[in-house]
């Protein structure tokens, strides 16, 4: 399985995993923009949204919008969000599975959260797993429930 995303619903790669379910999985990206950015999939496996039935697009949504909630509510204090998904090579999509980016925003970070993105987008910038477990750990306590 070559997908980095399937190997880590298969449980073969490890992941910071903020929620789960038939449809979708989130957990936290391993360079973030922003301190708690989260990454939201499909479970089966799709490179482009048209590729992807009705009811997985919309849950893909659904729990982006849970996650922003939840990090209106949790200790990372965000006062806003960049729902980003890169559809296409074209688009600057580096993973070739489906994903919606959800980014907390805290106001004033404009030029450093663009270069940061700008970053990201090339491949740099890592942080470490117990950092990414615990703020999945805060997030997965204020996500509204299912
Ligand atoms: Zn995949």
């Known amino acids: 399985m070559s997908c980095v995303f399937c190997r880590i619903v298969a449980g073969e790669q490890p992941a910071s995993v903020v929620h ?10 391993i360079r973030p923009v922003r301190r708690g950015h989260v990454l939201v999939i ?5 490179v482009h949204l048209h590729e992807l039935d009705d009811p997985i697009r ?12 939840a990090h209106r509510a949790s200790a990372l204090t965000s006062n806003g969000h960049n729902f980003l998904l890169n559809d296409g090579k074209a688009a600057n999509q ?12 805290a106001g004033g970070d404009f030029l450093a959260t ?7 987008l090339t491949g740099i910038g ?11 750990d805060e997030i997965r306590q204020h996500l509204p429930l299912f």
């Open 20 to 29: 789960h379910d038939d449809l979708c999985w989130a957990f936290m990206d």
């Open 94 to 105: 580096t993973v070739a599975h489906a994903h919606l980016h959800v980014i907390p925003r």
């Open 42 to 46: 499909p479970v089966a496996h799709a």
């Open 126 to 136: 890592t942080i470490r797993r117990d950092a990414l477990d615990t703020d999945a």
């Open 58 to 69: 919309a849950r893909i949504w659904e729990v982006g919008q849970r996650i922003a909630d």
């Open 114 to 120: 663009m270069f940061r993105l700008a970053k990201n």
